[in-house]
């Protein structure tokens, strides 16, 4: 394959949480941390899979937290985090990415930008890491109630951050050199192998929750404001045309007709398309990609849809459901609605459980009633944040 594969290291045993589960087990508004994790990674349009390291006594709490995602199965670390580093790039290591990112389960907050970042980077870089400035003074001491030894220039300190970014063969090789050699992050692998690491911006919020504090601070972040909920609707029609079948919602249907346009006049993805663009207030399908340019002649409209998926990511919103109605006389849509809701869950990278496909004819009556054509129309509920 080409692309980029996500390994979460979800192998911690959380002891410094005090919890009877390990920390990335532990729920914050209701859904886990390593679920949300996961998701962060799994609905991000530049990644092509995700791969969980977990400690195999964990398996139990895994599959619950992860249960109806569409992701690798997991595979077991070692006693380090190093090896489990290098255990989990082993494991995607027949899939052949082009990249990884290598990121703590931990760090829940993880955002569409910085993985963007992260990925950017690696068009220079064999290796990228995120990171933020240090603000603080920085003292060394033993603890409280000891005294200040030192007081530590600050300028030119970054706190690192995860996901870190690898060109895949380079940090596979680098691990497999360097096993046992107690290195801290997946970044000092790569230094220690002699690769050029570069630093792109990280972000506050993708702290590692760590502490009773650290959970506290991320329940506030998940229960804060309301979301700014966005409703958009679309409608399409394509007219009968000779053929032998029809693409509805993505998915080839046979009939005895077909559907003209300028695409594969598939009314269903245009319909959500617009819907979509529409939540966000970004024109329509026709600004996006114009009739008038040949380059969408027979044109698949998953592209179309996944390009306004993307637009919403690029927002750091979230698609929440969507819902289509096809109308039309024939052909009969029931049999195909399953195939449709996984093709769309598919192209958008959301859960089929917030995919909603319904058909309806017009009781024979108006140009769908006649058979002359298919409309579709579609409602998308969009979170921004
Ligand atoms: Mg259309």
Redesign the pocket.
Known sequence: MTGTIAVILAGGSGVRLGAALPKQYLAIGGETILRRTVEAFRRHPAIDGVQVVIRPEDRPHYDRATSGLDIRPPVAGGPTRQDSGRLGLEAVAPAGPDHVLIHDAARPFVDAGLIERVIDGLARYPAVIPAVAVADTLKRADGPGSPVGATVDRHGLWRAQTPQGFRFADILEAHRALVGQALTDDAAVAEAAGLAVGLVLGSEENFKVTTEDDLRRAERLVSGPAADIRTGTGF?V?RFGPGEHVTLCGVMVPHSAGLE?HSD?D?GL?ALTDAILGAIADGDIGVHFPPSDPKWRGAPSHLFLRHAAALVVARRGRISHVDVTLICEAPRIGPHRAAMTARIAEILAIDPGRVSIKATTTERLGFTGRGEGIAAQAVATVLLP
């Open positions: 399409d394509h346009g006049a009314a245009h």
